[in-house]
Every structure is written in C-alpha cells, then in structure tokens.
C-alpha cells in the first residue's frame, strides 16, 4: 500500500472524536495492506492500538508497531513528516510501557521504559518530543509508586 492519504484520513477520523469510525477506517487500511507494507503496518497498528477498549487487543496492536518499526528504513516515514524512524521508538516503548504497567506486568513495563529513555535522544525539541518525554517520565513515576494509574 503506497498511499498515505487513505491512512491519514483514517488517523484524524479516529483522532477527531468518533472513535468506532476511526477504527474501522483504520482496520479497512490494515486490510489493504500486505506483509512487506511495514512503514503503514507501523503507523496503523500504533493508532489501531490507541482505539482498542480491551486492554489486551491494545497492547497486541502495540506490540504489532513495535515489531513492524523494527523492518524500517530511517526514512520510510518521512511522508508523514516524520523525518527519522527513531522518532517514533520512544513512543512505541511508552506506549507498549504503559499497556503492561496497566496490565500489570511490571518488570515489561520496566524494560520498555528503560528502551524508551535509550532511544529519547531521537526526539526533537518540540510539542511532541516534549510530550513524549513527559509521558517517559510519568510512566517511570507510576511505576516507582507501584500503582497502575
């Protein structure tokens, strides 16, 4: 799948409020997609994760955006505007961090923490760079405290 329009379309519906549409719009992408579309299987699945009610279907779409980062080059997302893959790892650790603290897998939840502060140093200087960061920081708060929330 080479087109990114259908899939940033599908983000800002599920973004904009109406959270069953933006699932199936995403799902409906993910279906169009094949197994060597890595860059798009990244993208869907970290926002896939993100519309999931059931904590366990989340953390297995997060799992899904790590594993598929893993097959890209430093530029695939580049036509999302974002310039460096490394990027998007702090935020596939925090999220896929918070899913298992949640689910109360503490020592998973420590390690990708830990993988994501390794990686922060990708983040630019800027609102989201920012925001990852801060949730990071949170996350290793939540955890030190030994609460899920």
Same mark, same amino acid.
């Given at each position: 799948?080479? *087109?990114?329009?259908?899939?940033?379309?599908? !983000?800002?519906? $599920?973004?904009?409020? *109406?959270?069953?549409? @933006?699932?199936?719009?995403?799902?409906?992408?993910?279906n169009a997609t094949?197994?060597?579309d890595h860059a798009? &299987?990244?993208?869907?699945?970290? /926002?896939?994760? *993100?519309?999931?009610?059931?904590?366990?279907? =989340? !953390?297995?779409?997060? =799992?899904?955006?790590?594993? =598929?980062?893993?097959?890209?080059?430093?530029? *695939?997302?580049?036509?999302?505007?974002?310039?460096?893959? &490394?990027?998007?790892?702090?935020?596939?650790?925090?999220?896929?961090?918070? @899913? /298992?603290? &949640?689910?109360?897998? !503490?020592?998973?939840?420590?390690?990708?923490?830990?993988?994501?502060?390794?990686?922060?140093?990708?983040? $630019?200087?800027?609102?989201?760079?920012?925001? !990852?960061?801060?949730?990071?920081?949170?996350?290793? &708060?939540?955890?030190? $405290?030994?609460?899920?929330?």
């Amino acid at each position: 799948m080479d *087109d990114w329009t259908a899939i940033t379309t599908a !983000i800002g519906t $599920a973004l904009g409020g *109406d959270q069953q549409a @933006g699932k199936e719009a995403l799902m409906s992408c993910w279906n169009a997609t094949g197994p060597t579309d890595h860059a798009q &299987r990244c993208v869907l699945a970290h /926002y896939l994760a *993100d519309t999931e009610t059931d904590l366990e279907l =989340e !953390i297995s779409w997060d =799992e899904a955006a790590l594993q =598929e980062h893993r097959h890209l080059d430093e530029d *695939d997302l580049a036509p999302l505007g974002i310039p460096s893959t &490394r990027g998007m790892l702090p935020s596939l650790h925090l999220n896929l961090g918070d @899913g /298992y603290h &949640r689910n109360g897998k !503490i020592t998973a939840a420590r390690e990708h923490l830990a993988l994501g502060m390794a990686s922060s140093s990708a983040l $630019a200087n800027d609102g989201y760079g920012k925001m !990852i960061a801060a949730g990071l920081e949170n996350l290793a &708060r939540r955890i030190d $405290a030994g609460g899920s929330r």
